[in-house]
């Protein structure tokens, strides 16, 4: 059957560019449907306060590429844009330790232990990994808190993907191509403004639109910006090996008229939430009925939570650095990184409030309400200077809590009594904890010790949810459809010539920031298939 194109790819992130370029690369013509806009430098937001450039919510006129969803147990944190995540991700990128391999519905699919080095490698080359060569006075003051808690051994610099300049070299100054042997764009070093989670003005971080997709476009991939894909369903036999049909329509404007694009492999590379959302949706729509029952189980998070401490009045100027700079163990499960924003973007300051220890629910809400009083009576600049949102960004480390311990969610398609129009996606399961007890007294003892005052989110405080930039799996691996969606090559059980290649496949808690695993699993999926014009056995012969 004749196909507008070979490959659609759904989502241009981490899972979505490695898959573009690696199928581009094999001889395939591609198209990457991205419902995010394209961003430049020159267009990006110069501050939080900017929300209509900063956050996704394009039915409210806001078509920014950061977006948060609220679920009952969690409150995710997303990237939507031509680049997907990386245009508005911290840029550290670190590898799981050996054992969550061991652990999950992957543990013993494939010799990962074996296997996985050598596309880390490729991911680590490929998103110009190296260590942070700028850190700044809020890595200074985490430094200063491990020490107070005799943990300064554990500490380190983050490894991130930006350009430092050299030896000598003005920050700012633009450099040829620095990474692909002059096949890649120009780029700028690292001014060390902070603002990488806005998206980066100075072109110094290496976001997917500078590597992967870049070459992937260079190569003849397509991408589809401001394109939403809402229906997948096979073109012939029910297994999709005759091919697919995408079905888009514009994700700005939806009373646009809706395309649909033929193709012969599908690969979703949407996020672990914008996956399991669409194949939700196919699954009970009856577009693609073979999908496995277990979709939407096994979602986890790192169980984070962001907490800080803020020092009002302070001269010094926190803000500066790299967006995550450094991190420290407080034991085998929990790390704590010093994240920051840019100077100017005080809006997280308006969630931010002081940080009361005990049990979650009431009892902590009136304890936070006698800690607030008792600081507004002893000491009110500083609580007055504490709770402004402006100078938020100088003022404050924020401290990202992530532990690795084994939880999982699910998330389902339901029809709720106050949306009577269409299932949403919602999450069921037991609670992620919002209140990580030992960052917390880390937190405290720090900010004791270093002259701040510690705080914690008032989304914390009020609804005990835990926030989550680190959303993951949901279309796991297993060795069975009755226990996950794909296979240990990222195929999808049921159906021929599709794959999952995002957040949704990672099947362990990685207890470490999770884009360079999906990178290099995606690449791992990629080294499967096979160059264009040579035929594959497909998955359900080979099982057979
Ligand atoms: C503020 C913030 C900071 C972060 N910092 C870090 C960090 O420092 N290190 C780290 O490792 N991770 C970090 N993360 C997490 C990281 O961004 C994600 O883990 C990563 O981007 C996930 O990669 P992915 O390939 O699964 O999908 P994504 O990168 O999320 O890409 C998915 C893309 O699919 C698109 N899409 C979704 N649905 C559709 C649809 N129906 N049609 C068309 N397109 C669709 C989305 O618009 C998006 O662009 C951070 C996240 C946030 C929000």
């Given amino acids: 059957m004749r196909t507008d194109t070979d490959y659609i790819v759904i989502g241009?992130?981490?899972?979505?560019?490695?898959?573009?370029?690696?199928?581009?690369?094999?001889?395939?013509?591609?198209?990457v449907i991205e419902m995010g806009r394209r961003w430049h430098p020159e267009t990006l937001p110069r501050s939080t306060w900017d929300v209509r450039h900063w956050i996704w919510r394009p039915r409210l006129g806001l078509n920014g590429f950061f977006n948060i969803r609220f679920f009952r147990h969690?409150?995710?944190?997303?990237?939507?844009?031509?680049?997907?995540?990386?245009?508005?991700?911290?840029?550290?990128?670190?590898?799981?330790?050996?054992?969550?391999?061991?652990?999950?519905?992957?543990a013993g699919l494939a010799d990962w232990e074996h296997i996985m080095p050598r596309h880390f490698e490729t991911a680590r080359r490929m998103l110009g990994v190296n260590e942070n060569r700028e850190p700044g006075e809020a890595d200074a003051r985490l430094m200063a808190m491990a020490r107070a808690c005799g943990l300064e051994r554990t500490y380190r610099r983050t490894e991130?993907?930006?350009?430092?300049?050299?030896?000598?070299?003005?920050?700012?100054?633009?450099?040829?191509?620095?990474?692909?042997?002059?096949?890649?764009?120009?780029?700028?070093?690292?001014?060390?403004?902070?603002?990488?989670?806005?998206?980066c003005r100075y072109d110094a971080k290496n976001t997917l639109d500078r590597n992967y997709l870049y070459l992937a476009e260079k190569r003849g991939a397509r991408v589809l910006a401001e394109t939403k894909a809402i229906d997948i369903r096979p073109l012939g036999a029910a297994d999709g090996r005759d091919g697919y049909a995408v079905t888009c329509e514009p994700s700005l404007d939806r009373l646009g008229p809706k395309r649909v694009h033929t193709c012969r492999g599908v690969v979703f590379a949407a996020s672990s939430v914008g996956t399991q959302e669409l194949l939700l949706r196919m699954k009970d729509n009856g577009s693609l009925p073979r999908l496995s029952d277990a979709?939407?189980?096994?979602?986890?998070?790192?169980?984070?939570?962001?907490?800080?401490?803020?020092?009002?009045?302070?001269?010094d100027?926190?803000?500066?650095?790299?967006?995550?700079?450094?991190?420290?163990?407080?034991?085998?499960?929990?790390?704590?990184?010093?994240?920051?924003y840019p100077d100017g973007s005080g809006t997280l300051g308006?969630?931010?409030?002081?940080?009361?220890?005990?049990?979650?629910?009431?009892?902590?809400?009136?304890?936070?309400?006698?800690?607030?009083?008792?600081m507004m009576a002893t000491r009110p600049i500083t609580t007055a200077r504490m709770l402004l949102p402006w100078r938020f960004s100088r003022e404050t480390v924020i401290l990202l809590c992530m532990q690795s311990l084994e939880s999982s969610l699910k998330m389902r398609l339901k029809r709720r009594w106050f949306w009577p129009f269409g299932k949403l996606l919602v999450t069921e399961g037991d609670d992620v904890p919002a209140f990580i007890p030992e960052a917390n007294a880390f937190a405290v003892k720090g900010a004791e010790a270093t002259g701040g005052v510690a705080a914690t989110s008032l989304i914390e405080i009020l609804f005990n949810i835990s926030i989550t930039a680190h959303c993951m799996g949901g279309a796991v691996m297993a060795r069975t459809p009755s226990q996950g969606v794909c296979d240990e090559k990222c195929r999808v059980f049921g159906y021929e010539n599709m794959l999952v290649c995002d957040g949704s496949v990672l099947s362990a808690n990685l207890g470490v920031n999770p884009s360079l695993t999906?990178?290099?699993?995606?690449?791992?999926?990629?080294?499967?298939?096979?160059?264009?014009?040579?035929?594959?056995?497909?998955?359900?012969?080979?099982?057979a």
């Fill in 160 to 199: 991130v993907a930006t350009l430092f300049a050299g030896e000598g070299e003005q920050p700012g100054a633009e450099r040829p191509d620095p990474y692909f042997g002059g096949e890649g764009p120009a780029r700028r070093t690292c001014t060390a403004c902070g603002g990488c989670m806005i998206g």
């Fill in 74 to 106: 969690v409150t995710t944190l997303h990237g939507h844009a031509v680049g997907g995540g990386s245009i508005t991700y911290g840029n550290t990128l670190i590898a799981p330790p050996p054992k969550v391999w061991r652990q999950g519905t992957w």
């Fill in 317 to 340: 100027d926190l803000s500066k650095g790299v967006a995550i700079g450094s991190g420290v163990h407080l034991d085998e499960h929990t790390h704590v990184q010093a994240v920051r």
């Fill in 295 to 315: 979709l939407g189980n096994d979602v986890r998070t790192n169980a984070e939570s962001l907490i800080g401490v803020r020092y009002p009045g302070t001269s």
């Fill in 350 to 374: 308006l969630l931010t409030t002081v940080m009361t220890l005990g049990a979650p629910g009431p009892r902590r809400i009136l304890a936070w309400l006698a800690a607030l009083g008792r």
């Fill in 518 to 543: 999906i990178t290099a699993l995606a690449e791992h999926a990629m080294s499967y298939i096979p160059e264009a014009g040579v035929s594959s056995p497909g998955r359900t012969a080979e099982a």
């Fill in 12 to 31: 241009s992130g981490f899972g979505g560019s490695v898959s573009a370029l690696r199928l581009a690369e094999k001889g395939y013509r591609v198209t």
